[in-house]
């Protein structure tokens, strides 16, 4: 496998955190930077015309999309049954936000067991601490001793493993006792002795298959890989490729004038039928005196199908003209609509 060169596109790592981490009478300043990237592949959910879909909390009951101010945190005791907790309550039980790192105690690093290990992390040294960062690291590795301590990160407090490892330290977030299940937990059968000759019949077959060190190219992601073949041979082919919408205030932007012109052909067009229709209306008003119910009512319903020829003339078109269109007609907040209520504003405003 080749060994991975740099990415210009791809954004310098930045620190998840930074504080101290104290020793006694030492306060060594240090970042963390997390020690492994998400690398797989990531397909968003959109719509036929490529507009990102959102994600809304639904009401099943009143069968609508609720409000941010319409929703509360809530603790299930049962079924359907919740305890109600407000923001107030979750702050003042929050923890203490001191950016430290105190390591008030050292334990063997073969105690702890692998399962408690969550995710890791690279402790880097602040200008002027490299040489106590080296010093901490190189002892902590010639004990084989993990320094156990408490940090909280964006709010949420971890319990915390330091390791040393060719002298570099690595945080290692830990999890929870009660968040490991023990065999028992799920079915395991008991331990019992196997059979003296199959024991030694797999051993042998181990043997046979033992390699010195652990491949390279079994850790690749094969599958994200196939997916990226996938996905830029049809970019390549130009097959299922949604173009993204038109900038539509940079194109008016760099064509000012054009952009005045469809105003004034559009603001035109709008007086000239509703020009046409007080004329129409007028003359109606005249042929059908005597009998206005029936012509009212009839002139309605032409006047609704009118309405539903739009509806449909407008939902035929892609979301970038819609919002073309809203732009002319300057519909306050059209940015955020979804294409279907764009339709139904440029609609009721027709």
Not at 145 to 166: E, F, H, K, P, S
Not at 178 to 185: A, H, I, M, N, W
Not at 242 to 255: L, N, R, S
Request: charged share 35%; with cysteine.
């Amino acid at each position: 496998m080749p060994e991975e060169t740099s990415n210009p596109s791809r954004p310098e790592p930045r620190p998840f955190w930074s504080g101290n981490i104290a020793f006694g009478l030492i306060s060594l300043p240090v970042s963390l930077y997390a020690a492994t990237r998400r690398n797989r592949v990531a397909l968003r959910m959109v719509d036929a015309d490529g507009t990102p879909l959102r994600r809304r909390y639904y009401c099943p009951r009143d069968e609508r999309v609720l409000t941010a101010d319409e929703i509360v945190r809530g603790y299930e005791v049962e079924a359907e049954r919740f305890v109600v907790v407000e923001d107030e309550e979750l702050d003042a039980v929050a923890p203490d936000k001191a950016r430290e790192i105190d390591l008030r105690r050292f334990v063997p690093l073969a105690d702890i067991d692998r399962m408690y290990f969550n995710r890791a992390y690279f402790l880097t040294p602040d200008e002027g601490a490299i040489k106590a960062y080296r010093l901490l690291a190189q002892s902590m590795q010639d004990e084989q001793r993990a320094g156990i301590a408490t940090v909280v990160m964006r709010g949420t407090q971890y319990l915390i493993a330091i390791v040393a490892d060719r002298g570099i330290l690595r945080a290692e977030t830990l999890r929870f006792h009660d968040e490991l299940r023990r065999p028992q937990d799920i079915g395991l059968p008991a331990l019992e002795a196997g059979d003296k000759t199959r024991v030694e019949r797999l051993q042998q077959s181990i043997r046979s298959r033992r390699r010195k060190t652990l491949p390279r190219q079994l850790l690749a992601d094969h599958y994200s890989a196939a997916v990226r073949r996938c996905i830029k041979h049809k970019l390549d082919a130009d097959k299922d490729v949604i173009p993204a919408p038109t900038d539509v205030e940079a194109e008016q932007g760099d064509q000012d004038g054009e952009g005045i012109d469809l105003m004034r052909v559009l603001k035109d067009s709008l007086q000239q039928q509703e020009s046409s229709a007080k004329k129409s209306a007028s003359a109606t008003s005249a042929k059908t005196d005597g009998k206005p119910e029936k012509n009212r009512t009839a002139g309605a319903r032409q006047h609704d199908g009118g309405n539903d020829n739009s509806r449909t003339r407008l939902q035929r078109l892609s979301k970038s003209e819609l919002y073309r269109r809203a732009q002319r007609l300057d519909l306050s907040g059209r940015s955020n609509m979804t294409k279907a209520e764009l339709a139904r504003a440029i609609n009721r405003h027709h």
